[in-house]
């Protein structure tokens, strides 16, 4: 009778680990199905039964006492025996930052309470990367450099104790909560923007002084404006096979999860959660990874909520690694300034992503594509589909190639616009989008349905979007673009609902909208040619189109 009890222990131990990674891969093989591009399919990590609770390495969970040390035993422990899962139990766990190991499964038990201490010296500065650049920030609440086999799981709470970090903007906040904001301690600066200490307010303009001064900056410089660094709460970096499932991530010090140059990432039935007023309170942030599955999520921050990235200007280009083969699916995003976004650190190129049935509820702009001159980098192969947005305040739509400066085509005359409009050469700085497929997209309520915003020297180029329906105040923008098809699309907005500026090649086919209005499209600059009018309306949208410094004949109906 031993022997058989023994026998069928070690038979569960051997095969419950692989059942449950065997669960995951049958679940997202559908999401495999009819992917315009090659992805391997992603296994998540594997750990033996091995259990390690962090009270065993004397971890108190009464919110008060500081458990750094024993959280980080247990982590070294389990690594070095084979690797397994670290128990955090009921409770409130105080701690300082955590460091992951390989084959490691940080899991959290129902009731378990993560809270990262709000003592900024528990934070030493570490060199790292940064909203696309090296630099030091203070370490990061959980952290994790080339490891293999790590996860973070269950279903507790994880607390970056961002709110003792983060400037704040009074005209975000109503009179009571500001008032009780400066009461807390800070300071105020001229701006109105609340700071946790005068090191952190000066903290920019110390790093360009010296910066200026000396050419180079140090470590010792850096230390100097340590307030100022917030760390970024989960960063882990040049790791491979990563799993983060089931826990609530929230109140980070900047963005919450940042996996960098790391590859086979599932990230499945998290909620990441930051005050909507969060300065650089993003979601999660892929930066110069491959081979990534997010679904099943929801979102609620205060910056983009579900980013791609690759690195900023020369460091990103240098570096050279894209960010590629990502699947996002399933998800919800509630506030945030991009419900899906791609940029505007991109410069080590973004392509072949896939986005698929996401709601996207009062995001400041829905679907986001920013870049300006100076990043490089090629965007291409991303396909988009299923996407249902409501009450987004700005575009529900947007393709910004000037983001951080005015693009040239506000809504000013023709003859000032030309005059704004300068034509750069071409290099390696200039960046590019291309080849974006975006079917079956739905909003009701945006300011702007659709902007396409090229550069002069480098036009958005292959752009389709079909079996579009939206209800917006302005309909349809298309700046510096060649290649823009709009296929089965519905828009209903103000007059013109579709305004084309130095744009090529463009194809509206069966066109809908209120053809009560008196002007439907709106034609300008001299670059402005081959605009096919097709499918049903052709001749109606001919009738209601009104040119302007455009050449003869630049309308075709077929």
Excluded at 19 to 37: G, R, W
Excluded at 50 to 78: L, P, Q, W, Y
Excluded at 173 to 187: D, F, M, N, P, R
Excluded at 515 to 541: M, P, R, V, W, Y
Aim: hydrophobic share 35%.
């Amino acid at each position: 009778m031993i022997k058989k009890s023994f026998y069928f222990f070690v038979i569960i131990t051997l095969v419950t680990p692989l059942f449950a990674q065997n669960s995951i891969v049958e679940e997202t093989k559908k999401y495999y199905e009819d992917l315009p591009f090659e992805m391997p399919l992603i296994a998540p990590p594997v750990f033996p039964n091995n259990k390690f609770n962090i009270v065993d390495f004397g971890a108190i969970g009464d919110g008060m006492t500081k458990n750094t040390e024993a959280i980080n035993r247990a982590i070294s422990m389990c690594s070095e025996k084979g690797g397994g899962k670290v128990v955090v139990p009921v409770g409130i766990w105080l701690t300082g930052p955590i460091e992951m190991k390989s084959n490691v499964n940080l899991y959290l038990e129902k009731g378990a309470f993560i809270q990262f201490t709000k003592d900024f010296d528990d934070y030493p500065l570490v060199q790292t990367t940064y909203e696309g650049t090296e630099q030091y920030r203070c370490k990061s609440p959980i952290s994790g450099i080339n490891l293999e086999n790590i996860a973070i799981t269950g279903f507790g709470v994880i607390d970056g104790g961002g709110d003792a970090w983060r400037y704040v903007k009074k005209s975000k906040l109503i009179a009571a909560q500001w008032k009780e904001l400066v009461t807390s301690g800070g300071v105020v600066d001229n701006k109105n923007q609340w700071w946790p200490s005068t090191q952190a307010m000066n903290g920019q303009r110390v790093l360009d002084s010296l910066q200026k001064a000396n050419g180079k900056l140090t470590k010792e410089d850096y230390q100097k404006v340590r307030d100022y660094l917030r760390p970024v709460m989960v960063n882990f970096v040049k790791c491979k096979n990563i799993l983060l499932e089931g826990v609530t991530f929230q109140n980070s010090p900047a963005w919450n999860i940042h996996p960098l140059m790391s590859e086979n990432i599932i990230l499945r039935n998290v909620t990441v959660r930051n005050p909507w007023y969060s300065q650089n309170g993003d979601g999660i942030d892929v930066e110069s990874s491959k081979n990534v599955i997010i679904y099943d999520s929801k979102f609620d921050v205060g910056d983009d909520a579900i980013c791609m990235k690759s690195g900023k200007d020369n460091f990103g280009r240098k570096r050279g690694i894209p960010t590629e083969n990502v699947i996002i699916a399933d998800c919800i995003v509630y506030h945030g300034h991009g419900g899906f976004t791609i940029g505007s650190e991109m410069s080590g190129g973004v392509r072949n992503i896939k986005v698929t049935n996401c709601n996207f509820i009062g995001t400041d702009i829905g679907l986001r594509f920013k870049s300006t001159r100076g990043r490089g980098g090629v965007v291409e192969n991303i396909y988009i589909d299923h996407i249902y947005m409501k009450d987004i305040p700005t575009e529900a739509l947007s393709f910004n190639m000037y983001y951080g400066g005015q693009a040239p085509t506000e809504d000013i005359p023709l003859a000032e616009k030309l005059k704004n409009r300068k034509v750069l050469q071409v290099d390696e700085t200039t960046p590019q989008f291309r080849n974006i497929f975006l079917n079956d997209i739905y909003c009701i309520g945006a300011k702007d349905a659709v902007i396409i915003q090229g550069l002069p020297e480098m036009k958005i180029k292959n752009i389709v979007l079909n079996n579009v329906v939206m209800t917006s105040d302005r309909g349809v923008s298309i700046f510096d673009a060649d290649g823009v098809q709009l296929k089965n699309t519905k828009i209903i907005s103000h007059e013109p609902v579709i305004k084309i500026f130095q744009s090529k090649n463009v194809s509206i086919d069966n066109f809908d909208t209120d053809f009560s209005l008196n002007q439907i499209i709106k034609l300008e600059g001299d670059e402005t040619g081959n605009i096919f009018l097709k499918g049903k309306n052709a001749e109606l949208l001919l009738k209601k189109s009104k040119c302007e410094g455009v050449s003869e004949n630049v309308m075709n109906v077929e």
